[in-house]
């Protein structure tokens, strides 16, 4: 039996209420996941996290290859201990970061050379590298290596780029196959400190037997429908993969082009599976794309603008910052439940800000992380009920009534 599964129910057009059920738990879907890049959702803790309802997250394979290091994660119980994270996670392969090298990395069929931008030190990174550290870390779902490229570019470079992530995406299915059935490679230079509890390695066989992990292939392709249909395709003759990933979007392309992607991807992928939207993650977009099939969603967005003073509303983005929030006696969001709606008012969040203090950072991250799972749970709830079509339309609306500011 396959500790994976999936169901839905309650479906309104492409949109569906589902379950994904993984090792570490179920997901109630649509589902916004809080990323933790480096194995934290940056200024939160797992437990405030979990307060405002998330069930997922997500952290990045390739920052926690470099610092503190795969094996040193796995030596340390895996990802879940190390972070004490309970509920389910997934790593991203780390596509995004290295397309974001862009000065400090070669791309060829073998995979992608690269230098540290920690210590410039020269690493290979390729498919079959890319399991073993997936592998090591033990999220519940981890994301094959792709060739992400920039949202405009033109059908022969992106049909490049889609070809290779099929054939990485082969490499990875082979690797992921053979460490399944021969195991972890051994671990031998690392050591706990004298008095210290051991490390997971001191029980080798529980240690060399990788956890129940799920491999997410990538439909690619631009903003190209024939390539997304030819890599959705491509994906589905290669086999009868649990859960499928779609990339490649939120990175320059014009929005109504990532809307039209995705409904060309709805009409390609088997709605039996769960789709996963890399990267995307304001709060239009989560609704818009929920009515066009897509369950799952991560992205840094609400914890980035929060950092930085913009927090997430029904009726757009507002900053915090402003002049006119000094004396605003009212909560960021009322009716919301988190801490920084419930226990503070806008001019004492302004005074943070204006005074330096990290709490107002932490405090409008946490609002936002909160704001989207909790938009996600409306939409299952409208899903549950049978108004999806008018609470979304409703909401767009409304949202989209007045211009951020």
Not at 95 to 123: C, K, M, N, Y
Not at 161 to 184: N, P, T, V, Y
């Amino acid at each position: 039996m396959t500790a994976f599964a999936f169901s839905t129910r309650h479906a309104a057009g492409a949109a569906r209420l589902g379950t994904f059920t993984t090792p570490h738990g179920p997901v109630e879907t649509p589902a916004f996941m809080p990323v933790g890049t480096h194995g934290t959702i940056k200024g939160l803790s797992v437990d405030e996290v979990a307060a405002a309802g998330g069930r997922m997250i997500l952290s990045n394979a390739f920052h926690l290859y470099l610092r503190p290091g795969d094996e040193m994660v796995r030596a340390l119980g895996g990802l879940h201990a190390f972070t004490r994270w309970e509920g389910p996670m997934l790593t991203d392969s780390g596509g995004f970061q290295v397309f974001s090298l862009a000065q400090l990395r070669t791309v060829s069929e073998q995979g992608i050379t690269f230098r540290s931008p920690l210590d410039g030190s020269l690493h290979d990174y390729t498919p079959e590298a890319v399991m073993r550290i997936e592998r090591n870390l033990g999220a519940d779902c981890i994301m094959q290596l792709d060739e992400l490229i920039e949202g405009r570019s033109d059908i022969d470079a992106s049909r490049a780029a889609m070809e290779r992530s099929l054939r990485w995406l082969e490499r990875c299915r082979i690797e992921f196959d053979r460490i399944s059935q021969e195991g972890r490679a051994p671990i031998t230079h690392l050591e706990a400190p004298v008095g210290a509890p051991p490390l997971a390695m001191h029980d080798p066989v529980a240690d060399l037997a990788p956890p129940p992990q799920l491999l997410l292939p990538i439909v690619q392709g631009g903003v190209h429908a024939e390539l997304r249909r030819a890599s959705a395709r491509g994906i589905l003759q290669t086999g009868d993969w649990e859960a499928i990933a779609i990339g490649g979007l939120s990175v320059g392309e014009p929005k109504p082009a990532m809307l039209a992607t995705l409904e060309i991807c709805d009409a390609e992928l088997p709605r039996e599976r769960p789709r996963y939207l890399m990267g995307v993650g304001h709060p239009d977009d989560l609704v818009e794309a929920v009515s066009r099939g897509v369950d799952l969603f991560d992205c840094v967005a609400p914890t980035r603008m929060g950092r930085h003073g913009t927090f997430f509303t029904d009726d757009g983005t507002v900053q915090i910052k402003r002049a006119t929030h000094r004396t605003d006696r009212r909560p960021l969001v009322e009716g919301c439940a988190c801490p920084a709606c419930t226990r503070y008012d806008r001019a004492y969040l302004r005074h943070l800000f204006a005074a330096g203090e990290m709490l107002g950072l932490r405090l409008l991250a946490l609002h936002n992380v909160t704001y989207l799972i909790q938009l996600m749970a409306r939409a299952r709830t409208a899903l549950r009920e049978d108004r999806f079509p008018s609470w979304s339309a409703d909401w767009l609306a409304r949202y989209r009534s007045r211009t951020s500011d």
